[in-house]
């Protein structure tokens, strides 16, 4: 890949931790921090928000799959997992954890890379997702209220809803506004309206 990534390392085997810190910037990263604990990883990550994670599962204090779940939950973040076990079940762990790769150790430079361009490239398409679906729903939430303007001017002002479309339109240009905005001042107005009817 040839993006250069910052990459958080947890690891309590110091050879392992030195193997990731030499080898990491011979893949083209950088090395942001390295910890031994999962919960100096998860500080680490707090203080610093790096842009992948590699982490072994079994560390003391607080396990890897502990702490990427607990950064991912403040921040998501891609996480590739280490460990000595090819159980099925710490494979479910990790997954559940946010974890995008899982490798066995011993580890090897052949496998790093891969798993880390694997990894960033699945975080991208699933946050692109997340972006497009978050962008679906907020344009629908302001079609809605749209309508319902369209609707309160139309009834305030006697037009037909095409002509009351079209003034909300030309009062959003003329104030350079958002259309959505300006609706929302419309259902609001309206509301004060509503409730002044009623004071007797």
Known sequence: MSQALRIAVADDDRDMAEFLRECLP???HRVHSV??????????????????II???LMPDMSGLEAVRA???ERPTPAVLVSGHAD???VEQARTAGALAYLLKPVTEKDLGPAIALAWDQFQRTQGLRREADELRNSLAERKVIERAKEVVAHRLAVVEGDAFRRLRK??????????????????????????????
């Open 26 to 28: 011979r893949l083209g």
């Open 35 to 52: 910890a031994r604990t999962g919960r100096e990883l998860l500080e680490q990550c707090r203080a610093s928000s790096p842009d992948l």
């Open 55 to 57: 982490a072994d599962i």
């Open 71 to 73: 950064v991912c939950q």
């Open 88 to 90: 099925a079940g710490w």
């Open 171 to 200: 009062y959003a240009s003329d104030h350079n506004l958002k259309l959505a905005d300006v609706a929302q001042q419309v259902l609001t107005a309206e509301q004060v309206f509503h409730e002044m009817e009623a004071i007797r």
